[in-house]
């Protein structure tokens, strides 16, 4: 654990540093999101009725595009090598960049998703849902991420790569985490949305640093 530990607390430090990815990121959501109500209109009753679904893909989207910064810059300096070679297992290893990437990605678009829902005229009562499911969904997102960045080290064009391998696996999040919203605003209980969401990263947080570490030890000896 103190491995993990340290991993974590140097990614978090790095990305204080590295600030800017972090306004990149939030700056796409946003500036997403805000096209929206130009292109389809500015009807109230059209951007409510699309709104969970244009958080979730942005929020998505955010989230993929910040993934190549999980192991490409570490592979670059030799850092990833000698994290292999620690005696820190090379999945927890993994497991605590992806916290970090969670905490300095997901966490931040989780606490700015109010305002774009404000932007989109969502019902008041889909807020709580929202923020519920997307606090169950994006770390699933961070962790299945990681095996596709893994997969694409040292890759060229290592993005788009990243993009085909993931966004697949992207889209069980992606329905269950709608249609929670969708559910409560129609008077249906969320309940086996959120439980299908959380089944999804139960399943993520033992399996997705395992097949990550396994890709990573491959592109690090490659």
């Not at 678009?109 to 774009?116: D, G, Q, T, W, Y």
Request: hydrophobic share 60%.
């Amino acid at each position: 654990m103190m491995g993990f530990r340290a991993v974590l607390l140097r990614d978090l430090r790095l990305a204080i540093r590295q600030s800017a990815d972090l306004a990149l990121v939030l700056g796409f959501f946003v500036i997403a999101a805000s096209l929206f109500p130009f292109g389809v209109g500015p009807s109230p009753d059209t951007l409510a009725r699309i709104a969970p679904g244009v958080i979730w893909v942005l929020a998505l989207l955010s989230v993929m595009l910040s993934l190549d910064r999980l192991f490409q810059q570490d592979l670059a300096d030799g850092s990833l090598e000698q994290m292999a070679l620690s005696p820190t297992p090379l999945s927890l290893v993994v497991l605590a960049k992806c916290l970090a990437h969670w905490l300095t990605t997901g966490l931040p678009l989780i606490a700015i998703a109010p305002v774009i829902g404000i932007l989109l005229n969502l019902p008041a009562e889909g807020y709580a849902v929202l923020l519920a499911g997307l606090a169950l969904g994006t770390p699933s997102l961070s962790l299945i991420g990681a095996v596709g960045a893994a997969l694409s080290l040292g890759a060229r064009r290592a993005g788009l790569l990243i993009a085909l391998l993931v966004l697949p696996l992207y889209i069980p999040i992606l329905i269950f985490g709608v249609t929670a919203v969708d559910a409560v605003l129609t008077s249906v209980p969320p309940t086996a949305h959120f439980l299908y969401l959380a089944a999804i990263l139960m399943a993520a947080i033992p399996l997705a640093p395992l097949a990550a570490a396994a890709a990573v030890r491959h592109g690090v000896e490659g």
